[in-house]
Every structure is written in C-alpha cells, then in structure tokens.
C-alpha cells in the first residue's frame, strides 16, 4: 500500500517559501503521493436563513490546480491527487485543459479525483444547478476522456455540445479519474467509469460492503479489478502509532492500495511541525 500526505490546507498560510518547504519535505521525506482538497467557496454562517457545515468562509483552501502546478516544478517523483475535485460545478473543458497542463508540468505524476459535493452555496455562486450534479459528472468524465485524446471532434450531450474543437496541447496518456463518495448511484458511477475510489468513511463493514459492490459492478461491465485503486486517508489527530497500524492494516486487508496521513487539526503551527508529525506515521506503517 502507497503511503502518501494531505496537504493542510487551513495551516500551511500562504508564504510560497512554506508551500515550497512542505512539497519538498514530502517528497524527500519518501510520500508517494500528496491529496489535496478542494472548495471554491465558503459560506458566512450569518448569511440569511442562517448557515452550517463543516467548514465555512473563515477555513482556507487553496486553489489545486495552481498549487500543484507550484509543486510540480520543484519536486520530481511525488503524485498529486485532487481528493476531491467538485467536478460538476466547474466547465468541463475548462477542468480537462487544466488537468492536461498539470499532467505535462508534472511529467504525469497526477491523479483527477473528483465528486460531487454538497454546498449549495457553492453551485449558486458558480451558477451551476445543485441537482443536476450525479448525472452531469457521469457525462463530463466521458468529455474529458474524448479531449484528452482526440483532435478537433463534435459532441453532443445532455449538458454540453463541443463543435469540431478540443484542447492543445493535450496530455500523452489519459489521466487517472478516481471517485469520491459513498451513494449507491455514486458507487456504481465509479466502478463502470473510474480508475478508482476514494472512500470517505473507516475501514469497517460498510466500506467492506461497498468495495463488495464496486467489484461486482466492474465484473458485470466487464472490467478489471486489478487494475483498480482504493485511496483512503489517516489522521494524526487523535491515534498514536498502535492505533495508526491497526487503522492501515485494517485497510490493507479491504485491498486499499493507497493511503495519506492528514496532519491538520492537531495543533500544528509550522511545516516542520506537519512533517515531523507526518514522518511519525510513516515510521508507524513502514
């Protein structure tokens, strides 16, 4: 199981010098992959009607794309996965261009792992319709696929309509779409159409039965498990090192095939202090 690293996205400020010093620590550090979450907007819980969530206006996140890219160009073997990109609110080209250049910068050292979401908030802004969100992520994925390999091409769907057009430059191979989320109509989305899951939730029964359906979904389309990946995440809040073995484990026997610590929450106030803690993980389960 690859062990990688959850970006702190509230702590880590916004001095490139720390941005610079974390992806560089991570990857010298030995992370094989690096997760990154992903909201545009945050809400102002006294907004009318009055709001609540689990995060709002005050929690930062910074914008993945352009923080990768940042990290791509001083770092050489570390992964980055976007986990996850709330697809269905964004331009489909617009997120297919931005992948491809990602994927060139980085010499393909990156995943695509989008969802769905569930702020409204965001959709509103973004001018997106909430409802809507399941069914044009199914569609848009099967876009992007097309734009990452075709020349000028004409499509014709249900939310988007490309005529004889498409991206330049585009990546050299297709770029991994992994699956966040835990709904059945989600779960099955994710097994005929991804590379491979992102659970939200612990190694239990339920994610058991779950990774139950998405094997059985991918033999009755006639896909390959082997070539399928499960990306689950750990936090340093809370566990100490007999609790984090127990938690990778517990995954590993489910066939999780990639894991990343989060360090945030904890109290931590510099990127040594991310690291240090990362590296105490990674001492754990290695």
Known sequence: MKVGVVFPHNEIGTDPGAIKAYAEGAEAMGADHMLIYDHVLGADPNRPGGW??????????????TVFSFMAA????????????ILPQRQTALVAKQAAELALLSNNRFRL???TGWNEVEYE????PFSARGSRQAEQVDLMRQLWANDA?????????VTQASIFPRPSQTIPIWFGGGVPALLKRCA???????????PNDASAAMIEVLKQERAAAGL?????G???????????????????????GLGCTHIAIATHNAGHTSVEDHLRSAQTYFDAVN
């Not at 609540?52 to 794309?65: I, L, N």
């Not at 001083?74 to 990109?85: D, G, M, N």
């Not at 005929?192 to 612990?202: E, K, M």
């Open 153 to 161: 091409f004409s499509y014709e769907g249900r939310y988007h309509t």
């Open 125 to 128: 802004a973004l001018d997106v």
């Open 113 to 115: 792992g989008i969802g």
């Open 52 to 65: 609540r969530g689990p995060y709002d206006k005050d929690v930062a996140f910074h914008e993945p794309f």
């Open 224 to 228: 390959s498990w082997e070539s399928f």
């Open 230 to 252: 499960i990306q689950a995440q750990a936090q340093i809040r809370g566990g100490d090192p007999e609790r984090w073995r127990s938690h990778f484990q517990r995954w590993r």
């Open 192 to 202: 005929r159409l991804g590379d491979g899951w992102i659970p939200l939730g612990t």
């Open 74 to 85: 001083v770092t050489e073997k570390i992964e980055f996965t976007t986990a996850v990109l």
